[in-house]
């Protein structure tokens, strides 16, 4: 019930606190067969691969919010960490678009990581090989 009573707006609520306890009763019957269920990810897992999201909706909606939210807030912490030492060393060197487009590449550098560069390269030089060409034409 506190779980429905968080997530609850006025009168609307994400979730029935009632009918989720009686969800999570009953899934047991459903996980007796499955071997690993250790986890609610593992849950979350079960329910998604038989389709089972109509019988448990707010079982469905209280593991994904569960697996969803941070259990810390470490990682927004770390963000600002990141942009401190950026922010010191070019603070006077660039604009703030600049700035913060390096503090994004710094903080999401597991995605940066995989981004394939020569492609990008490639396009940026057809671009201004065109623009050149266009330029000398005219003169």
């Not at 979730?15 to 269920?37: A, H, P, R, Y």
């Not at 070019?90 to 999401?108: C, D, G, P, Q």
Request: proline share 3%; charged share 25%; glycine share 2%.
């Amino acid at each position: 019930m506190d779980l429905h009573n968080h997530l609850k707006d006025g009168s609307d609520s994400d979730i029935d606190g009632v009918e989720l306890c009686t969800e999570i009763v009953n899934i047991k019957q459903f996980l007796i067969s499955c071997l690993d269920v250790s986890s609610p990810l593992n849950i979350l897992q079960y329910i998604f691969d038989y389709e089972l999201q109509d019988i448990f909706p707010n079982l469905w909606i209280a593991l994904r919010l569960l697996l969803t939210l941070p259990a810390t807030v470490a990682s927004g912490e770390r963000s600002f960490s990141k942009l401190k030492p950026i922010k010191t060393y070019l603070r006077f060197t660039m604009a703030n678009e600049r700035l913060i487009s390096l503090s994004v590449l710094s903080i999401e550098n597991e995605i940066a990581a995989e981004i394939d560069f020569s492609t990008i390269i490639l396009s940026f030089a057809e671009r201004k090989s065109r623009k050149v060409l266009i330029d000398n034409k005219f003169k």
